[in-house]
């Protein structure tokens, strides 16, 4: 952090204020202002000048943090002198008011180049701040996603086990969370059970997950579409199985404007693997149904 009281500008604001008043009172009342105190002003005797009283005052105040904000505070005062009323009217008033100008220039100078200097230092520090939280979130985000990654490979492991078709549940929805993504977690509607839903781009998709060591095959398909047929003209489907979909699934799922989106595992590690977001493979695979009609398109056809 810069010390904006340095020992240079301490000086320039005591020749400043040296040069800017000719008059005790004038420079007494000019103190005060600045937040000396009246009992010190008191200390000051007839046969003290103004160079000895400021000298004697400059030791004092720089003893203690309030006295040291009355000196940031007196040269800011000082700096910001347009004319020098009380060099006025004497005979040499024009070298005395140029004397009195160069050293206030002079402080004005110190002093912005110390508010460049500090408002760059802030600048810098912000700047690092945000890079720091970013490399935090990058962090937090990767640790997050490894978290889901070794939890769907333990998953794997029981694979087909009906406890673990509704812990794959709970997983999928945790990677919507993750992906801040919109969605509402398994629900019981007119007795069927519906596997959640998300809600993406303005669409929103009911979801049907399976858990299984055999791939879905037609009837599958037929079920889930009965499920998003009966429900608002715009919503779609995505099924997600994680051992594939047989040819004919695939192709029961196809088909002029269908509203049917299939994904597998390969489609999942792509997420896992931070090679594509959640959000863009739902898009890439709905932009080529749209194109194509077809339900399924395999990560390695992505282009």
């Known amino acids: 952090m810069i010390e904006k009281l340095t020992p240079h500008r301490i000086t320039l604001t005591y020749e400043a204020c040296l040069k800017s008043f000719w008059r005790k009172k004038r420079l007494r009342i000019f103190l005060r202002e600045c937040g000396i105190s009246q009992n010190f002003l008191a200390t000051w005797n007839e046969d003290e000048s103004k160079r000895e009283f400021l000298d004697r005052t400059f030791g004092e105040l720089q003893k203690g943090e309030r006295g040291r904000k009355a000196l940031l505070k007196m040269g800011v005062h000082l700096s910001e002198q347009e004319s020098f009323p009380d060099l006025e009217h004497w005979e040499d008033s024009k070298e005395k008011i140029q004397e009195a100008s160069t050293a206030v220039s002079r402080l004005q100078t110190y002093i912005r180049k110390q508010e460049e200097e500090l408002a ?126 047989s040819t004919v699934a695939k192709k029961e799922a196809s088909g002029p404007k269908t509203p049917l989106l299939l994904i597998d595992h390969s489609h999942l590690y792509m997420i896992l693997s931070n090679v594509m977001k959640c959000s863009d493979l739902i898009e890439r695979i709905r932009r080529h149904s749209s194109q194509t009609g077809v339900a399924y398109l395999s990560p390695v056809d992505f282009g």
């Open 120 to 245: 760059s230092l802030e600048d810098r520090e912000k700047t690092q701040k945000r890079f720091q939280e970013r490399q935090a979130e990058i962090k937090r985000a990767k640790t997050d996603l490894e978290k889901l990654s070794s939890s769907l490979n333990d998953l794997a492991k029981r694979l087909g086990s009906q406890q673990a078709g509704y812990d794959f549940q709970t997983w999928f929805y945790d990677l919507l969370d993750y992906s801040e993504i919109v969605n509402r977690r398994p629900y019981t509607h007119e007795g069927r059970q519906i596997d959640g839903s998300l809600t993406h781009g303005g669409t929103t998709y009911l979801v049907e997950l399976k858990f299984t060591a055999e791939q879905a095959g037609a009837t599958d398909i037929d079920s889930f579409l009965k499920k998003v047929n009966d429900k608002a003209d715009n919503t779609m489907g995505i099924m997600i199985s994680v051992s594939g979909y």
